[in-house]
C-alpha cells in the first residue's frame, strides 16, 4: 500500500464521518485558539475593512460549511468516482482529490492558529492563498468526476474569497499587527 496523506477511506465511504470528521476538527481548532489566546477580544480590538460581518456568525457558517464539504467528499466517493483517482484528470493535477481534500483540510484547520493563536496576519493570508488554490484544484478535479460534489463546494469556495479580503483587509489596517502596537520607524 503506497503512502497517502489522505484521510481513511472510512471517513468518505460513511455519510455521518464525512461530515462529522471536518466539523468536529473544526470546532477543537476553534476552542483550543479561543481557549489560548481569546479570540473574542482580538477580533474586537482589530481595525475591520468594509463588510466585516458579526462575530457571532464565524461560528454557525463554518459548522455548514465543513459539514457540507465533508458531504461533497461522501458524494465523490460513492458516486464511484474514487476509482478516477487514477484516471487522465486526476493525473494531470498530479494528485487524488482525496488528497487535496485532506490537504485543504489540515489548511484550513491551520489559519486560525496562524492568525489569532500566534497573531500573525501575513502567514494567515500566504496560508488562505494556498488553501484557495488548493480547493480550486479539488473543484477542478470534481467538475470533471462528480458535478454534485463540485456545486457543494462552491459556497465554501465562495466564503474562502471573503475570508481572503478580511485577512488581507485587517493586515493592512492594522499594519501587519494583531495584539501589540506597531513599531514606529
Known amino acids: 500500500m503506497a503512502w497517502s496523506i489522505a484521510l ?11 461530515v462529522t470528521t471536518p466539523t468536529t476538527v473544526g470546532m477543537l481548532v476553534g476552542y483550543l485558539v479561543n481557549r489560548a489566546g481569546g479570540t473574542k477580544q482580538t477580533y474586537k480590538s482589530l481595525q475591520k475593512p468594509a463588510f466585516y460581518p458579526p462575530a457571532w456568525l464565524f461560528a454557525p457558517m463554518w459548522t455548514v460549511l465543513y459539514g457540507v464539504m465533508g458531504y461533497a467528499a461522501h458524494h465523490a466517493t460513492v458516486a464511484g468516482y474514487s476509482a478516477l483517482t487514477s484516471s487522465t484528470a486526476a493525473q494531470s493535477l498530479g494528485t487524488n482529490w482525496e488528497t487535496l481534500y485532506t490537504t485543504q483540510l489540515a489548511l484550513n484547520y491551520l489559519w486560525m492558529p496562524l492568525f489569532f493563536g ?8 500566504a496560508d488562505i492563498l494556498l488553501l484557495g488554490g488548493n480547493v480550486a484544484a479539488l473543484m477542478q478535479t470534481w467538475w470533471k468526476t ?19 479580503y478580511l485577512n488581507a483587509g485587517v493586515g493592512v489596517l492594522n499594519k501587519w499587527t494583531i495584539g501589540e502596537k506597531p513599531k514606529d520607524q
Open 8 to 18: 481513511p477511506r472510512e471517513v468518505f465511504t460513511s455519510p455521518i464521518l464525512s
Open 118 to 125: 500566534i497573531r500573525r496576519p501575513a502567514w494567515a493570508l
Open 146 to 164: 462528480d458535478r454534485t460534489a463540485f456545486w457543494l463546494m462552491v459556497p465554501y469556495a465562495g466564503w474562502l474569497g471573503f475570508a481572503t
